[in-house]
């Protein structure tokens, strides 16, 4: 299992380049199955996550071609046929969004047996509502020994789809699923990350009819069938926002690059009201902070234009040094505060009281062994371990893995004093 360690106290100083949105990457690529002409993606991110969703899309009949165009690295995905309609427990098991292939495979067969993901680390995570999505677009669902059975033998019909809240996978899977339904959906209370709105384009660009992607309503009108396209995958928002409370957890001065400022309004607002210095460019931002103390903030995470739950491990980390006490509260998974005890582990002053976390600031970290159970929160630990005095040595690297592309590399870059350490190999879910 490989570590990663961390010399706390250097500041940053540099570029780094934004890599493509892994939360958008996979569910372009489950597109490609909704037409037998090849996609192509640019501005890929190579994760594990990214490669574990090309292994399960090659079962089913997906051609997968990796390769490094002239805009970094692409894929051309290509499903000439679905050979297999079928998706395994183990293989949804190990990355919920697999199963975001139900969609698009009723969509193209009438028919799918696609494994229940479970729940994961940070909540129950039920498909409820991408199951009431598909019903309502006529599809017959079954729960059968884990298992959903799911059929459309003559096709997907237009429906008015409305969400009690906002979903992020149910609305992106309502919109797989549509664009080759019988006439007109419509997706009422629908999620608004920027993640819709690339997904929306990748399908418009392969000849669907989609409208009001970003916004609280989706217009579908169904088409017979998509063709190909070329589309790049949007910015990682949660790498930027990452990599900007990264530069201020550390101080010095650090160019975000490749990116858009607007897809992380809301951290930049609390950042800048932190004491951070936030300068937008044409192509990211930049973000600067000499030695003055940060100011603790209140936050709570809320659906996109909100502050991002994925982002608030990692503002965590930067208050835990911050001036006062500062209440964070997470309103969208239920249990989401496990790299609380952690960043205990090197100093922090956090008490958590169910969806609320208080963190007082103290005046320093110190590097200990740490290790968490999810992508966003492991991250928030190698923040933590960019301040904190001595060493850090984060474990379980392969969360990591499935989200940061390159991660001791755009930051050593910087100056930071970060290595990986390689050991013996271990894989968990979610
Ligand atoms: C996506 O998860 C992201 N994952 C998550 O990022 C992100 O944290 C989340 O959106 C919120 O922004 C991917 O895109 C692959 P939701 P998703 O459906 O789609 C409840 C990361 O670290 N819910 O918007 O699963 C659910 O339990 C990951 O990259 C139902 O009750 O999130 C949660 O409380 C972690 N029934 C809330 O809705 C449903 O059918 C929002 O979840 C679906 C969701």
């Not at 009949?61 to 290509?78: A, C, I, M, N, Q």
């Not at 991002?308 to 969208?332: H, K, N, Y």
């Amino acid at each position: 299992m490989d570590r990663i360690a961390i010399t706390g106290g250097a500041r940053l100083q540099g570029e780094i380049p934004i890599s493509g949105a892994k939360n958008s990457a996979i569910k372009l690529m489950a597109a490609s199955l909704l037409t037998e002409e090849p996609l192509r993606l640019t501005n890929m991110p190579r994760l594990a996550d990214t490669r574990f969703l090309g292994k399960l899309l090659q079962r089913l009949g997906t051609e997968v071609v990796e390769s490094d165009g002239e805009d970094g690295p692409e894929t051309l995905l290509r499903t000439r046929e679905i050979v297999s309609a079928i998706a395994p427990y183990d293989l949804v098991r190990q990355m919920r969004a697999s199963f975001n292939v139900l969609g698009p495979l009723i969509a193209r067969t009438g028919q799918a047996k696609v494994s229940l993901p479970g729940g994961c680390t940070i909540g129950a995570r039920p498909v409820d509502l991408h199951l009431q999505a598909l019903e309502a677009l006529g599809a017959r669902i079954d729960l059968h020994e884990g298992y959903v059975y799911a059929q459309a033998p003559r096709g997907l019909q237009g429906a008015r789809i409305e969400f009690p809240f906002n979903s992020v996978g149910a609305t992106e899977h309502a919109m797989l699923a549509a664009v080759l339904a019988q006439g007109e959906t419509e997706i009422a209370n629908a999620a608004r990350e920027p993640e819709m709105v690339d997904l929306a384009d990748c399908l418009n660009e392969m000849g669907a009819k989609i409208t009001g992607a970003g916004t609280s309503t989706i217009h579908i009108r169904g088409v017979a069938r998509l063709h190909g396209a070329t589309h790049a995958v949007m910015p990682d928002r949660i790498e930027t926002g990452t990599y900007a409370v990264a530069a201020a957890m550390a101080g010095g001065e650090v160019r975000l690059t490749r990116t858009r400022v607007d897809f992380i309004q809301a951290l930049v607002d609390k950042m800048a009201e932190a004491g951070v210095e936030v300068t937008p460019h044409n192509d990211g931002l930049t973000i600067r902070r000499d030695g003055a103390k940060l100011q603790a903030v209140e936050i709570d995470t809320a659906p996109y234009p909100g502050f991002a739950t994925d982002l608030q491990a990692q503002f965590m980390a930067l208050m835990t040094l911050a001036d006062g006490e500062s209440v964070i509260r997470e309103t969208i998974f239920e249990n989401r505060f496990m790299h609380a005890p952690e960043l205990k582990r090197l100093g922090a002053d956090i008490m958590v009281s169910g969806g609320e976390a208080r963190v007082r600031g103290v005046e320093t970290l110190e590097g200990a062994q740490v290790m968490a159970t999810d992508l966003r929160a492991s991250v928030s630990l190698v923040i933590a371990g960019l301040a904190a005095r001595g060493e850090t040595m984060v474990n379980r690297v392969y969360h990591l893995d499935r989200g940061f592309e390159r991660l001791e590399e755009k930051l050593s870059a910087c100056g930071a004093q970060i290595r990986r350490i390689s050991g013996e190999g271990e894989t968990e879910d979610e």
